[in-house]
């Protein structure tokens, strides 16, 4: 499958069609999207960004925990003056 940006660089006289026109006739498009929605794939893909975002979220909290556990550095007493 070609995305329009693909599909522009490897027949560049596509800039001659205007952008409103469509690359695929409107059946076969339709075609497809009810073959996705009856075989549940919008479904997956929520959840699969669902169970995404949680590990983010997981991997941040873990990070910004470490992060406030380090140790601050000691401070380094000045250096004492010789007379």
Request: charged share 30%.
């Amino acid at each position: 499958m070609l995305y329009v940006v693909q599909f522009v660089r490897q027949w560049p006289m596509i800039h001659q069609i205007p952008r409103e026109q469509s690359l695929t006739a409107k059946s076969f498009s339709e075609k497809r999207r009810q073959a996705a929605v009856d075989r549940g794939l919008a479904d997956n893909l929520a959840k699969a960004r669902a169970v995404r975002a949680e590990k983010l979220e997981a991997a941040k909290a873990k990070q910004a925990k470490a992060v406030k556990a380090a140790k601050p550095a000691r401070k380094v007493k000045a250096a004492q003056k010789t007379a």
